[in-house]
T-cell receptor, first 116, second 115 residues
């Protein structure tokens, strides 16, 4: 079966522009996560969606970052007015949901974002 | 608050030698512990995890890890390294909190396997 997919795989943008990153979770997974992987900060949690519940946005680094999940499936991470420090690999993961914090998260290949 | 420390950002072993990647965690409640592997330009793949029960956990590709509560450790081992094991390895912790399921990752250990 298909795994988690992300698009685009690479994105180059200019400082100040907005970008949208897309994540398609594994079919049937109700939980979806976004993480950021950067040289200086390692792997950081950004946001977590579980079904129709309010998302856990506690990891978003600033109000320039937002995410939505439509229809309980596809998610879009939006970064407004990009800055050079936003350059990183953005990873999406999904899990079955409802089992608890020990359940496995399945990761996509990531979107590599470069802000010039 | 939970945290993960991986000792050694780079580890180099010879092919056929023992692999030992160290992970120590800090958690105020019983933790759930994970090891993920990341190959170049790929996402993370689960190697193994500890939730409850047996403290020695076996994973894919011949890897295993032992949860030692007294030492707050979850070190990853493999008896004999293979060239294909060269990758970056991340230890992660998830607390038993239904409101939050995000993983907290260590800084990673890059494993090199010399022929």
């Amino acid at each position: 079966g298909a795994g988690v997919s992300q698009s685009p795989s690479n994105k180059v943008t200019e400082k100040g522009k907005d970008v949208e990153l897309r994540c398609d979770p594994i079919s049937g997974h109700t939980a979806l996560y976004w993480y950021r992987q950067s040289l200086g900060q390692g792997l950081e949690f950004l946001i977590y969606f579980q079904g129709n519940s309010a998302p856990d946005k506690s990891g978003l680094p600033s109000d320039r970052f937002s995410a939505e999940r439509t229809g309980g499936s596809v998610s879009t991470l939006t970064i407004q007015r990009t800055q050079q420090e936003d350059s990183a690999v953005y990873l999406c993961a999904s899990s079955f949901g409802g089992v608890g914090p020990g359940e496995t998260q399945y990761f996509g290949p990531g979107t590599r974002l470069l802000v010039l | 608050a939970q945290s993960v420390t991986q000792l050694g950002s780079h580890v180099s072993v010879s092919e056929g030698a023992l692999v030992l990647l160290r992970c120590n965690y800090s958690s105020s409640v019983p933790p759930y512990l994970f090891w993920y592997v990341q190959y170049p330009n790929q996402g993370l793949q689960l190697l193994l995890k500890y939730t409850t029960g047996a403290t020695l956990v076996k994973g894919i590709n011949g890897f295993e890890a032992e949860f030692k509560k007294s030492e707050t450790s979850f070190h990853l081992t493999k008896p004999s390294a293979h060239m294909s094991d060269a990758a970056e390895y991340f230890c992660a912790v998830s607390e038993f909190s239904w409101g939050r399921r995000a993983l907290t990752f260590g800084s990673g250990t890059r494993l090199q396997v010399q022929p």
